[in-house]
Nanobody
Framework: VQLVESGGGLVQPGGSLRLSCTVS????????LEWYRQAPGKQRELIAD???????TYAGAVKGRFTISRDNAKSTAYLQMTSLKPEDTAIYYC???????WGQGTQVTVSF
């Protein structure tokens, strides 16, 4: 199983980014997909997940600003991030929990 994140970058506070996580080597549609992030000096934290039926959950810090979605036909999950804050700066990872499979991460930096 391979997960590849993309879409990170530098954005100003208040801006938006969309991250993608493309999955290969397995049937994407049968798995829950999670997004984590890890800021410098902090533990990796779960911020959003999406179930096979499309149900979603969010951490309090991102609820109302981030939206997780999936396109099973493309074996890809997305994380739409809006109203970004400097404290959202982190490496963002996607994860399939039942396979304990991780992507390599994509850096998001929110700064002027």
């Amino acid at each position: 199983v391979q997960l590849v994140e993309s879409g990170g970058g530098l954005v100003q506070p208040g801006g938006s980014l969309r991250l993608s996580c493309t999955v290969s080597g397995t049937v994407f549609s049968v798995y829950i997909l999670e997004w984590y992030r890890q800021a410098p000096g902090k533990q990796r934290e779960l911020i959003a997940d999406i179930y096979t039926d499309g149900k979603t959950t969010y951490a309090g810090a991102v609820k109302g600003r981030f939206t997780i979605s999936r396109d099973n036909a493309k074996s890809t999950a997305y994380l739409q991030m809006t109203s970004l804050k400097p404290e959202d700066t982190a490496i963002y990872y996607c994860h399939i929990p039942t396979r304990n499979a991780w992507g390599q991460g994509t850096q998001v930096t929110v700064s002027f």
